[in-house]
C-alpha cells in the first residue's frame, strides 16, 4: 500500500475519551491525517484486535493506512496495513517474514548508532524522536531537537516522521530538517476539536 507520511496520528485512547476513538481518528483524517498508529499499552491483544478492525472500517476507501504499535500478531491477525517497533519491540527481521512484502513496517531511532545498526532493506520508514520531552510517553529517549532531527534526517536512507512535543507550529522546522512528516498524539488526539487540530497541522505542512 502506498502511504504518506506528511501528518502521522499516533492514537491514544484515553486522550480520545471526549469522542472515542474512531470518531476522533475519523475527524483526523476529515482534518488531513494521511497515516493512522494503532498505540494502547494497556489493551489485551483481543482488544487491540477488536479495535483495530473497528479502524479499518473508519478508515475504508479513505486510502489512509493503519498501522499497529507494537503487536506483531495484533497487525497480522487485523490485517492492518503495517506495524512500527521500537528499539526494544519485535525485531524487524521477524516483524517481515510475518507480515510479508506488502507490510509497511517502521522503527523508531534516536541515535545514530540505532540507525546505523536497524535493517534498512526490510523497513519502509523509521521514526525519529523525541524533539521535544513529551508526557505521550513516560519513558521516552534524550531529547534531540531539530539539529538532532537534521543530523539523523541527513544520515538516513529511508523517509522518516519527527516525532516527540510536536504543535503545527513546528511543521516548518521538521521540513527544514528535511523529515517527511510530523508524527503527534496529544496535539490532535487531546485536542478539543480533533478536526480542526489535524487541520492546522495540515495547513501549517502545506504552506
Ligand atoms: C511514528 C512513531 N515513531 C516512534 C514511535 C515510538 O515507538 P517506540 O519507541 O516503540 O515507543 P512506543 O510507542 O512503543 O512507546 C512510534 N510509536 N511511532
Ligand atoms: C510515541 C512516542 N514516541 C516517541 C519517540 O521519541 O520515539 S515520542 C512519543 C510520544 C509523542 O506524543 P506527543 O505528540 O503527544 O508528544
Ligand atoms: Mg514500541
Redesign the pocket.
Known amino acids: 500500500m502506498p502511504f504518506d507520511?506528511s501528518l502521522?496520528l499516533?492514537t491514544d485512547a484515553a486522550l480520545c475519551d471526549a469522542y472515542g476513538l474512531e470518531k476522533t481518528v475519523e475527524a483526523a483524517v476529515r482534518g488531513g491525517v494521511t497515516i493512522v498508529?494503532l498505540?494502547d499499552?494497556h489493551a489485551s491483544d483481543e482488544q487491540m484486535i477488536a479495535q483495530a478492525k473497528r479502524l479499518k472500517t473508519v478508515l475504508a476507501g479513505t486510502g489512509v493506512p493503519l498501522?499497529i504499535?507494537?503487536r506483531l500478531q495484533v497487525a497480522l491477525e487485523s490485517q492492518a496495513d503495517g506495524l512500527?517497533?521500537?528499539?526494544?519491540?519485535a525485531a524487524v527481521e521477524e516483524a517481515r517474514r510475518v507480515l510479508g512484502e506488502q507490510a509497511i513496517i517502521?522503527?523508531?531511532?534516536?541515535t545514530l548508532a540505532q540507525l546505523q545498526a536497524a535493517p534498512m532493506a526490510l523497513l519502509d520508514?523509521?521514526?525519529?524522536?523525541p524533539v521535544f520531552a513529551t508526557v505521550s510517553?513516560q519513558?521516552?529517549?534524550q531529547p534531540i531537537g531539530f539539529g538532532g532531527l537534521a543530523l539523523l534526517v541527513k544520515a538516513c536512507p529511508l523517509p522518516s516522521?519527527a516525532?516527540?512535543g510536536l504543535k503545527a507550529d513546528h511543521a516548518i522546522s521538521v521540513q527544514r530538517a528535511g523529515a517527511n512528516g510530523l508524527?503527534v498524539i496529544s496535539a490532535i488526539c487531546g485536542q478539543a476539536d480533533p478536526f480542526q487540530a489535524a487541520r492546522a497541522f495540515q495547513t501549517a505542512v502545506a504552506s
Do not use: E, P, T
Open positions: 507520511l502521522y499516533v498508529q498505540r499499552k498501522i504499535n507494537d512500527h517497533v521500537g528499539q526494544s519491540d517502521g522503527l523508531s531511532i534516536n520508514y523509521v521514526g525519529i524522536g510517553k519513558d521516552h529517549a516522521v516525532i516527540g508524527a
